[in-house]
């Protein structure tokens, strides 16, 4: 019980603090790509940054998952499954398949991902696989488990896609920015972010849960502002930039 009313508190200060780093973000951009500039201290190369942040999130789950009494539960097996198909790309693939970037990573970014992800992964799989209850196998007959993961596979599929369109811009050698035209960028500005959040809310929607919920609203938190300050870049470095594109959301952001 102690442990519960703990990890309610816990939860609940992780949420606040996602609505308040929104707020700083959209004033304030992220120091890396793009964004980078002089006087955010030690850089480290991208490829390493990106594999040593997200290294918490490939393996934390895999942990508690293995030292819980689920690994016989089906449900249980597949949430993992879910969680590692994302995070086998972003921490494994992802890194090894990065055009070289003419920008270095700030340390300091790469150690405050490196704290979210340790936090965000224990959040949720202490929740999933220690916490809650079992879900049952019937839960995957349930609307909120099909309907989330099909959203999740959906979004995963739109961030991998979209990743590997704006990969090919670049021939090998350059390091300038283009404007990308296939796929979902024909609507906006950032369809890898637009496919993240999906991948997040299918992620609330299928395991219904209040960390899954918190995971989702901080992807927005971070890659919201991130979209927006994308988009009126790209406005202001292209003139011939499409003017109908939005800069998240098809149609409507």
């Known amino acids: 019980m102690k442990e519960a009313l703990w990890f ?36 480290i190369n991208p490829k390493w940054g990106w594999f040593l942040m997200e290294s918490p999130s490939l393996v934390l789950p895999l942990v508690f998952f293995f030292t819980s009494s689920r690994p016989q539960d089906i449900t249980a097996v597949l949430f993992l499954a879910m969680w590692e198909a994302h995070y086998i790309q972003r921490t494994l693939v992802f890194p090894l398949v990065m055009k070289k970037s003419p920008y270095q990573m700030p340390l300091l970014v790469m150690f405050l991902a490196l704290f979210f992800n340790i936090i965000n992964s224990s959040l949720n799989s202490r929740y999933l696989f220690v916490l809650a209850q079992p879900y049952g196998i019937d839960w995957l007959l349930d609307w909120r488990f099909i309907g989330g ?12 896609h979209s990743d590997s369109i704006l990969r090919s811009l670049r021939k090998p050698g350059e390091t300038a920015y283009k404007v990308p035209q296939k796929g979902l960028f024909r609507y906006v500005s950032s369809p890898n972010y637009f496919g993240e959040i999906m991948e997040w809310f299918g992620w609330a929607v299928a395991t219904w849960s209040l960390p899954g919920a918190a995971f989702a609203l901080w992807t927005v938190a971070n890659l919201a502002p991130r979209a927006l300050a994308n988009h009126r870049w790209y406005q202001k470095t292209f003139s011939h930039y499409p003017p109908k594109r939005k800069a998240l959301i098809p149609f409507l952001f």
Do not use: D, E, K, Q
Not at 149 to 157: E, H, K, N, Q, T
């Open 8 to 43: 309610h508190w816990i939860l609940l200060i992780w949420t606040g603090l996602a609505v308040a780093v929104c707020v700083v973000l959209l004033f304030l951009n992220a120091p890396y790509g793009r964004y980078t500039r002089r006087g955010w201290g030690h850089t």
């Open 149 to 160: 993961a099909v959203l999740f596979f959906s979004g995963l599929v739109i961030n991998i």
